[in-house]
C-alpha cells in the first residue's frame, strides 16, 4: 500500500518538477514565446530594412536570408548558451522559487501579453497614450514601475544593447565588402546619430510597455518583484538576461547587417 502511494506521488509531481534549474528558470521566463515574439518583429524589420537600403532588390533571396536569421532553434540555441553561461555561478534555485511561484507565473504571464500585444504598432501607440498622464492617473503604479526601471537599469541596459547592435550591424556590413570608402567607426556614428532621440525612444517604449504589463498587477505584487529584483538572485537573474539577449541581438544584427551589405552592392549608407 505504501509502495503505491508512493508511486502516485511520484506520477503526480510535474515532469518540470525534475529538470535542471536553469532549464526551469527559462521555462518559466517562457522564453520560447519570447523568441518566436522576437523573430516575427524581426523578419517585419527586415521588409523595412529592404525598402530603406535596397528597395526592390531582395525578393526570395532575401526572404530566404531572413528566415535563416530568424531561426527560432538557432536563436533559442544562442541564447540559452549565453544565459546559462551566466548563470553557472548564480543562486538559480532562488530564481527558480520565484518565478514558479503563482505571483511568478503570474507577472511571467503578463509580461508575455503585453510584449505580444507591443507587436502592434497601433497597440503600442495607443499604450504610450495611455500612460501618458499616469503619474497623476495612476500613482503608484508610475511610481513603482519608475523604481523598478531604475533597480534594474533597464534604460542604459537597452541603450548598451542598441549601440552594441548597432554596431554589430556596422562590422556585418563592412564584413560584405560595403562602403569601401567608410571605416567601421564611421558608420556606427552614423547608425547612432540622434543618440538623445534613441535614449527619448527607449525610455517611452519602457514606460508604456512596463505600465501596460504590469497595469492589471495588485501593488502588492508588483513591490514583491521590486523587492526580488534587488536581491543578488534578481540582480543575476537580470544580468543574465540581458547579457543573454544582448548576444543574440548583436548575433543577428551582424548577420543582418552582412546580408543587407550583399544586397546593396558599394551603395552608400
Known amino acids: 500500500m505504501m509502495r503505491a502511494l508512493a508511486l502516485s506521488l511520484f506520477l503526480a509531481l510535474p515532469v518540470g518538477a525534475f529538470a535542471d534549474p536553469v532549464t526551469r528558470v527559462f521555462d518559466a521566463l517562457k522564453i520560447n514565446e519570447v523568441v518566436d515574439i522576437l523573430a516575427e518583429e524581426g523578419r517585419a524589420s527586415a521588409e523595412e530594412l529592404e525598402e530603406n537600403m535596397f528597395p526592390g532588390r531582395g525578393g526570395a533571396a532575401w526572404q530566404a536570408e531572413i528566415a535563416r536569421i530568424y531561426d527560432v532553434g538557432s536563436m533559442e540555441k544562442t541564447l540559452a548558451g549565453a544565459m546559462t553561461r551566466a548563470l553557472r555561478d548564480a543562486d538559480v534555485l532562488t530564481m527558480v522559487d520565484f518565478l514558479e511561484s503563482a505571483r511568478g507565473k503570474k507577472i511571467m504571464g503578463l509580461e508575455i501579453s503585453a510584449r505580444r500585444a507591443f507587436i502592434d504598432p497601433e497597440m503600442e501607440d495607443i499604450a504610450a497614450e495611455t500612460f501618458a498622464n499616469a503619474q497623476q492617473t495612476r500613482p503608484v503604479l508610475y511610481e513603482q514601475v519608475q523604481a523598478f526601471t531604475e533597480i534594474n537599469a533597464l534604460v542604459e541596459q537597452n541603450l548598451e544593447g542598441a549601440f552594441a547592435s548597432n554596431a554589430a550591424f556596422a562590422m556585418g556590413l563592412k564584413s560584405s565588402g560595403a562602403f569601401p570608402g567608410a571605416s567601421a567607426d564611421q558608420l556606427i556614428a552614423e547608425l547612432w546619430s ?30 514583491a518583484y521590486i523587492s526580488f529584483s534587488e536581491t543578488e538572485p534578481g540582480a543575476e537573474l537580470n544580468s543574465a538576461i540581458m547579457e543573454g539577449f544582448g548576444i543574440l541581438f548583436a548575433e543577428i544584427s551582424f548577420d543582418l547587417g552582412a546580408a543587407a551589405g550583399r544586397f546593396m552592392g558599394q551603395q552608400d549608407l
Do not use: H, I, N
Open 194 to 223: 540622434g543618440d538623445e532621440a534613441v535614449e527619448a525612444d527607449v525610455r517611452d517604449w519602457l514606460f508604456a510597455y512596463l505600465m501596460t504589463a504590469y497595469a492589471p498587477l495588485s501593488e502588492q505584487d508588483l513591490a
